[in-house]
């Protein structure tokens, strides 16, 4: 498989992934990507999220800054003054990771995984606590606010989970009009992410690597994206930590505390 | 004003001033845009930071002055029964009812984004979820402490059963449990985050809290108007520890990562809620002022509280401290 199948592509075809339980992923290749931002608008249209009061960066030509509760789809302007100039887009999204922060840290189950192992928060289930928007190693969900519709709730990407159970790609892969944004088996994804990596370091493109943080808690990611240069230019986290990994060393230190006090405040009352 | 707003303006004013922009990005791109100079990608915030307004920190003291009083209310029943030591108990589980049962959970429930749906706190209980069983242990010493205040009522009516006293200690005991977890819990909510100011102190934080809780409870009593020993022990012993770990906190160097406890607003709040809790309490109660002493440490504490989120935010808005707290 190469970049640009038309339709032939896994991004066009029906597919009957939520049926088979096929665990699917998506493939984001910048260097294909030509900044349209056709899955940022594709994304807002099916999924009806709200658009945002404008804020000028004044540091780029983003002005969307970064995903949140109605960016769920976010193409990232990289400009870097090497030789020759450079100038990249990235289309970035919710990771879906394989040991997920924000469905660890939802104290309501509205957070699931889904059949094609997808993480979605269920909108009906949430009362906008606001825990897993400190829980995600990415910076991804975040809690909608007033007066936006659907406000108070926390959102990000679903994966178009909709779409897929009726056998369509995610609205985003769909509309990319250049196949930067590719969808399908994640084993599939992981194979064409490393097979363009190898491709290109043939064609003499050095800097260029697979981000899939497989080595770290995180255990991997359902939506692999190919980088140039290291991951931090991009706002990626190089070594993402899902929080639960501290869990065991932070409630042993509660117990202690909890029991330190229990046992002064004994001391306290049995001997004075 | 946003950052942004506040940089488009810088650019505006430059412009106006010297006739053209300078800056990296503006030659290369050949755009009007300089990029500002900061880490990972244009200095944007790589983790987000915290979204919970004033609620949290004030439930954070109350609840954690609610349950070292249910650990109080315990100790004092075990070790009583003089009539004073009685009287404490009393004092010391309306206090934790009013806290845990009645200030708390409304606090907890103004901060949701969807305050109606609170309940569904209830929905589910996940161990891995530090929200989850700190929302379970609230509520189960909520239930304590109520049940605990409205048997000791019964208890001392003409004709109750004598299993009303057995089960009024039953619902002590749980409350004076519940109650120290109740405090320090709130320090693996804080800890098991991705926000770096925070979980770099995730073995501090559950000690911090639960001191903090203990020392606030105690005040309180005294404040109320009980002077006993047990109390201004327990006052030195919070005070003393908070001196310990205000210290250890100044000297262990996380290094970017810990400027916000140092520098900004955070680190003006939570250094002046160290000195309160600290030095000022422990001074003040060795010679002699212990109203001086309680109010001092209740104060430190809350401030502290506030100190914590509001390093929490700065933190989570730092993409250069979380890049610190990652190694390849």
Redesign the interface.
Known sequence: MTIGEGSASTNQARHTHVADGVTVGFFTDPTVCIGCKACEVACKEWNHVPAEPT????????HT??L?ASTWRHV?F??Q?LDP?R?LFLSDVCKHCEHA?CL???????IVRTEVGSVLVQDD???????C????????????PDPLPG????FKCTFCYDRQVSGLTPACAKACPTESIQFGPLEEMRSRAHGRVAELEDRGVRDVSVYDPVGTSVGGIHAIFLIPGPP??????????V??V??R???T??????????A???????T? | MSDFETRLDDIREEARRRGSVEGPGTRAAGGPMPTAAGAGYYGLPIVKPPVWTWEIPLYLFTGGLAGMAGAIALAAHVAGPPAAETSLVHSALWLAFLGGAVVSPVLLVLDLGRPRRFLHMLRVFKWRSPMSVGAWILFLFGGAVTAALILTEWAVRPGAPTAVDTLRTVAIVVAGILGPALAAYTGVLFGATTIPAWFAHHRDLPFHFGVSGLGSAAAALELLGFRSPALHAIGLGAASIEVLLGALIELRRHGPVDQVLREGTSGRLLRGSALLTGPAALVLRLVGVIPGAAIAFLVGAVLGRYGWLAAGRASGRDPAATLATQRL
Do not use: M, Q
């Open positions: 804020a000028w960066a004044g540091t780029s030509y983003d800054h970064a949140g990232k990289l400009e003054e100039f100038w922060g660890e840290a939802c104290p309501t189950g509205a289930v949430c009362n906008g606590c606001g825990y928007v400190v829980a995600c190693p990415f910076g991804v969900i975040d809690r909608r406000s108070g709730g926390a931090s230019n991009w706002g990626l986290p190089p070594a993402p930590e929080p639960t501290r869990l060393a932070a409630w230190s509660a117990i202690l505390a909890a029991a330190l006090a229990v002064g405040t004994f001391a306290a009352f049995l004075t």
